[in-house]
Structures are given as structure tokens and as C-alpha cells.
């Protein structure tokens, strides 16, 4: 059966990562753009050295992009760096272009110069929301926006307006949406293949899963009752290789976004429920958990049973609660007691859960310290965070 | 430890001398694990015990004239999903009654259409797919036993219990399928989630791999219009459910990765006589 395919998050991840390769090749492109200008396009000597001066600026440029990142993959306000570059340079080469010959021909001194900028911004990840749903609707009036500055910059630089800067319009607006559609296209192949990939990943996970389930586990249980008690060994091998499934179930639980609070405990049970009697369990029904909190619960849950089952108690009960947004949950057992002086230990597993537990302001305490009767360990824990 | 063993040994030959008569139908996918309960079951417990392999089989089993005191069993059958998930690639966008898929639902439905008073146990591993047919047997079945395959002991004697709780009408579910049962005065979530036609529809349709709103118009005949209203609904539905669930998260992508999770439950046959 299909699963979902389409994930945002993994778009987003895919659009960042293609912009962070690309970026630093559209400066090359927008320096060869410079340096084609520089050879066949109309300008006095000087404004000649001053568009190869420009390149050189680009090649330095090119050198940070790589090392620290481009404007576009930092994503935010920074987005009007690019754009700011596109409009200055584009009006500079116009200014300079000999007079007289900026828009009287087809081919305009510069043009294509901002196409870099249009390749990028039609995979811009870091949009969302509402302003997602009217994207190309902004990214194509921005397209035409742009034309239109070109050709006011020629109406301005030539102080007249002739119908031949209408059709030298015409052809940079059709080079600009050339880059632009082909930014579309190829954000959209690589989109596909990673979701592709993602999608191949989640169905061997979830056949794998089932494998363990459907023939492993029925497997296994079905050797445990056929070799009964006669063969104690056999037996314990047969237990390791069950809890050894068991543990790697969790684990492929764990890599999914959203983890059932109910699998995780029954999980976590299975692995001692036998050598240690747990005697209640919570109803927790259809509630889930965000990955990070799934994680820290099974290792909570999982941890203490096992401590209470290394200690010498033969009983465990837990229970489970939802307080508005926080998940309140307690793990007691009968064995010998500890004291609330391992939470300062930073070697001890409980001090580095507690720790988690607070980065996500959460916490997790001894309720009975030093009780002889036995520990009660509560974890307290909002569902979501804060913001 | 001798104290202990002789103690169980003389709970199992009470518990065999009260189930001479008792008649037991176990429907279990996994031939090998049902085979080597069932001799457990009656050599040590003295039930007398039919197997079935999946709802089909116990209900031909019935037809035959099978009269089981108790039924017990498991709620996904792997050969059965699998035929049904080959049938589904074949021809994707048929939408038919026989598109949907018998679960262990349907064995219990189909033993109280023959035998009303029958008890019933449910068998299962747990599982991430199986957590709302849990919770759809207990709360809109009424099934009141649920026993785990992964026994406390390594033997049957869970299922025994199960299986005595279950002939007197008493609740029983052992620590590893509890989790998945609803916490005490919780609400009924089949009303909310599947009770409206529109919703219903959009499940089955997300459900059958339908992965944006216009295939999922094209499977249900509603208007993209009217999915894009009903999906940010749905996934209240679900927050009111699970409240775990981030609010304005992204409703569609929640919503069909949830579908797509319980596909087993969304086109579930007895869920689909129950809420057609």
C-alpha cells in the first residue's frame, strides 16, 4: 500500500542543499556574463575596465560563497543581497553602455546577467505558509517587474522612449523566463528524486518491520512453546534472540516523524515483562509523540525497567497521564531503592535523561528517595514545545 | 522453585478438569505458532481446539457447523493483506465492496452472526497498524479480552486467562497490548473520525494511496473544494484523538501520513459493514 510521499520538510532540505552547490556557480555564470560584455558589447575603454573589475569582485565573491555560504542559502533578508546585486549591476551596465546604443538593438549590453538570481529564486526553500500558495504568482510578477526596470533604465539612459526598447524588453524578459522555467524544472527533478528516494527508504522500513512482526516474532514464540522448559539454555538463546528483535523494533520506530506512545511502552515492556512482573500498564490508546520526546521516553521507560530488574525488584508497575499538555509518566518498582544523589552524577544514565528531559522543559525526578520499598521515577513532559 | 512449579502444574491440571468441553477456535495467520498453542492448549489446559488460518476459513468453518464456546484471534492475517495489496496495485481506482480487507474484525463479527453468545479473544502482537482495530473492537465490539502473542511466561497460560476472562464476561488485557487500549472515559473515536459520509470517504480514498486532493477527488467524486474544507477538519478530528498532534501543523500531509499508517483499519471490511 502506498505510503505518503510528499514531505515539506524534505523539499525544503532538498531546494537548500541544490541552491548551497548552485550558488556559487551562478556568480561563475553571472562573471562569464561580465566577461562576454566586456569583449563584444558597446562600452568606452574605461567602463570596460570598471564591467573586468566587476568580474574580479565575482571571482572574490565566489570564494566566500563556497567557504561560508551564500546569500541564498542563508535564506531570510538575506535574499535581497542577489537581488539588490541584479538591479545595480544591470543599471550600472546600463549607464555605461556608449550612449545611444543601450536598447537599440535586440541584444542588450549585460542581458542575462540576472538570470543566476531567477535560476535560484524559483527554488527558494524558505517559504511557507500562506505566501506558498501565491509564489509563482509573486516570482513571475517579479520576473515581469524586472523587465520593466530594464526598460525604464532604457528610456532614462537615452532620455527618449522608442518602440525598439519594447522589443530589446521583449528578449530579456524572454531570456529571464528561460532561466527562470529551467529552475523550475530542475528543482523539481531533484524534489522528485529525493522524495523517491525517501519513499523507497520508508517502504523497506515498514516491510522490514512487518517481516520481524509477521515471521520472526511468530517465529520465535512458536520455538519458546515448542521447546518448553526441557531446554533451559536453548530457551535463554531463543529469549536474547527475541529481545534482540525486540530492541531493533524500537529502533525502526524510532525513525519515523511521529512515534505511537503506545507501541513505544508496549515495546519497552515486552523486553522484561516475564523476568520482571509488570503489574499495571497504562491505557494511552491512540496518542503519539513528536521523534525527540519518543526517544527520551523509550529511553526512560526502557532504562528503568532494566535498572529495576539488574537491582533485584521482582515487580514493576506504570502508569501513565495526560495534565493539559503535559505527559506525566511513573515508573515504580519494589526493589531496593536509590538515592536522588544520582541525578548529580554526570556518569550515571539518569543524570544525562534528567538533562534531556529538561532541554525540553520537561523533567525527571526520584518521588521517594531512599525508600527501602522500592523507586518511583516520574517524568514530567510537555507534548509540545513553548513556541 | 519445586514449591512454585507444582503449584502451576496443579492450577494447569484445575484449569484442564474445568475446559473438558470447552471448544476453542484460534484463527492465527502463522501456521507453525498455531499449531504448537494449540497443543498446548490441549494437551496441558484440556481445551479442544479448531484452527483457522484467517476470518474466511473460521467462517467456513462455522458454515460447516463449527459451534466455538470461544473464538481467539488475531487481528492482521499477512496472506490476506498481501493478496489485497497486490489486487489494490492492480486496479487502484476501483472503489468496491470487495476492496476492502477481512480482518480479525470479521472473524469475531461473523462468529456472533452464527453464534451470538460466543466470547471472544483478541490475539495480537500489537502493532503501530493495529492500534485502532484494537481500539474499534473495544470500543465498538465490545470485546473485552486481549492477549499479547509475546507471553510474560514463554507459554499459553496468558491466553488461558485471557480466554477464562473472556468466558465469564470479565475485561482482560495483559501489560503489552494495554498501552493500546483507551484510557478510562474516553470518547468513542470511530463516531468522530469516520462518522461523516464526506470524511469517511476521504479516508478510504487517502487510505487506498491517494496523495493530493486531486486524486483523492478523483477516488470520492467530492469537489477539490470541498476536501481542501474537509481535511483541515479531519485533522482536528485527529488532534481531538490524539492530542500529541502539533495544532496547525500541515493538515493534508498529517492527515494522509496517519491514512497511510492505518490503511488496514480505513479499508477494514467490518469497519466498512459498521460504518459503510
Not at chain 1, 505510503?3 to 548552485?22: F, K, N, S
Not at chain 1, 519518543?294 to 514493576?316: C, F, P, Y
Not at chain 1, 522543559?361 to 531512599?370: I, K, M, Q, R, S
Request: contains cysteine.
Amino acid at each position: 500500500m502506498a505510503q505518503l510521499m510528499v514531505q515539506e520538510d524534505l523539499d525544503r532540505l532538498t531546494a537548500a542543499g541544490v541552491i548551497a552547490e548552485l550558488e556559487w556557480a551562478a556568480l561563475v555564470f553571472q562573471a562569464a556574463v561580465l566577461v562576454a560584455a566586456a569583449a563584444v558589447d558597446p562600452f568606452p575603454v574605461a567602463a570596460r575596465w570598471v564591467v573586468l573589475g566587476l568580474v574580479l569582485v565575482h571571482v572574490a565573491l565566489l570564494q566566500v560563497y563556497r567557504r561560508w555560504g551564500g546569500p541564498f542559502a542563508r535564506g531570510g533578508a538575506w535574499l535581497f543581497v542577489p537581488l539588490g546585486q541584479s538591479v545595480a549591476v544591470t543599471a550600472l551596465l546600463a549607464v555605461m553602455a556608449t550612449p545611444g546604443t543601450f536598447g537599440w538593438s535586440i541584444s542588450t549590453p549585460g542581458c542575462g546577467y540576472s538570470n543566476g538570481f531567477w535560476v535560484l529564486l524559483s527554488g527558494y526553500p524558505w517559504v511557507s505558509g500562506r505566501l506558498a500558495r501565491w509564489r509563482v504568482t509573486i516570482e513571475l510578477a517579479g520576473v515581469l517587474g524586472f523587465a520593466m526596470f530594464i526598460l525604464m533604465l532604457m528610456w532614462l539612459v537615452n532620455d527618449s522612449f522608442e518602440p525598439i526598447f519594447l522589443r530589446a524588453a521583449a528578449v530579456n524578459l524572454a531570456w529571464i523566463l528561460t532561466g527562470y522555467t529551467m529552475g523550475k524544472s530542475g528543482f523539481a527533478l531533484t524534489r522528485r528524486v529525493a522524495r523517491t528516494q525517501a519513499e523507497t527508504q520508508r517502504r523497506s522500513y515498514s516491510e522490514f518491520f512487518d517481516f520481524l512482526h509477521s515471521h520472526v516474532k511468530a517465529s520465535l514464540a512458536a520455538i519458546r512453546l515448542e521447546i518448553g522448559a526441557g531446554s533451559p539454555d536453548v530457551l535463554a538463546r531463543v529469549e536474547d534472540l527475541g529481545t534482540t528483535v525486540s530492541e531493533y523494533r524500537v529502533q525502526l520506530l524510532l525513525a519515523q516523524d511521529r512515534v505511537s506512545l503506545a507501541t513505544l511502552i508496549s515495546e519497552s515492556v515486552r523486553l522484561v515483562n516475564g523476568p520482571l512482573d509488570i503489574s499495571a500498564a497504562p491505557r494511552v490508546g491512540s496518542l503519539s509523540v513528536d521523534r525527540a520526546r519518543g526517544v527520551l521516553i523509550g529511553r526512560v521507560v526502557g532504562d528503568l525497567l532494566k535498572n529495576s530488574l539488574e537491582h533485584g525488584a521482582t515487580q514493576a508497575a506504570i502508569t501513565c497521564g495526560l495534565t493539559g499538555n503535559t505527559l506525566g509518566l511513573s515508573v515504580q518498582d519494589n526493589g531496593p531503592g536509590f538515592s536522588d544523589s544520582v541525578f548529580n552524577d554526570p556518569a550515571h544514565s539518569l543524570w544525562r535523561l534528567q538533562q534531556a528531559a529538561r532541554s525540553m522543559n520537561g523533567n525527571l525526578e526520584l518521588t521517594n528517595p531512599d525508600d527501602p520499598s522500592g523507586a518511583c521515577v516520574q517524568l514530567s513532559l510537555p507534548l509540545r514545545s513553548a513556541s | 522453585m519445586r514449591a512454585t512449579v507444582s503449584a502451576a502444574k496443579k492450577c494447569e491440571l484445575t484449569v484442564a478438569a474445568a475446559n473438558q468441553a470447552t471448544h476453542l477456535l484460534l484463527v492465527e495467520d502463522s501456521t507453525q505458532l498455531a499449531g504448537a498453542v494449540a497443543r498446548e492448549l490441549e494437551g496441558d489446559f484440556g481445551y479442544r481446539v479448531d484452527l483457522a488460518r484467517d476470518a474466511s476459513e473460521a467462517r467456513q468453518a462455522m458454515v460447516m457447523g463449527a459451534r466455538p464456546a470461544v473464538i481467539v484471534t488475531d487481528l492482521l492475517f499477512e496472506h490476506v493483506n498481501r493478496h489485497f495489496t497486490i489486487q489494490q496495485q492492480q486496479s487502484p481506482a476501483v472503489s468496491t465492496a470487495r476492496n476492502f480487507v477481512e480482518s480479525g474484525l470479521a472473524t469475531i463479527a461473523t462468529a456472533r452472526e452464527f453464534h451470538p453468545q460466543v466470547a471472544t479473544v483478541i490475539w495480537t502482537s500489537g502493532e503501530d497498524n493495529r492500534r485502532l482495530h484494537l481500539l474499534f473492537a473495544e470500543q465498538e465490539m465490545g470485546v473485552l479480552s486481549f492477549c499479547s502473542k509475546s507471553s510474560a511466561t514463554g507459554r499459553s497460560d496468558d491466553l488461558v486467562k485471557a480466554i477464562q476472562a473472556a468466558l465469564h464476561a470479565r475485561a482482560y488485557s495483559d501489560p503489552v497490548l494495554c498501552p493500546y487500549l483507551s484510557p478510562p472515559k474516553t470518547a468513542r473515536f470511530a463516531p468522530r473520525l469516520i462518522g461523516e459520509d464526506a470524511k469517511r470517504c476521504i479516508w478510504r480514498a487517502l487510505a487506498r494511496g491517494a496523495n493530493c486532493r486531486q486524486a483523492v477527488a478523483a477516488l470520492t467524486n467530492y469537489s477539490d473544494r470541498t476536501i481542501g474544507n474537509k481535511i483541515p477538519e479531519m485533522y482536528e478530528d485527529l488532534q481531538a484523538i490524539d492530542p500529541g498532534l502539533p495544532p496547525g501543523g500541515k493538515p493534508f500531509i498529517e492527515v494522509a501520513r496517519f491514512a497511510a499508517t492505518n490503511w488496514q483499519f480505513f479499508l477494514d471490511e467490518t469497519v466498512h459493514r459498521m460504518y459503510p
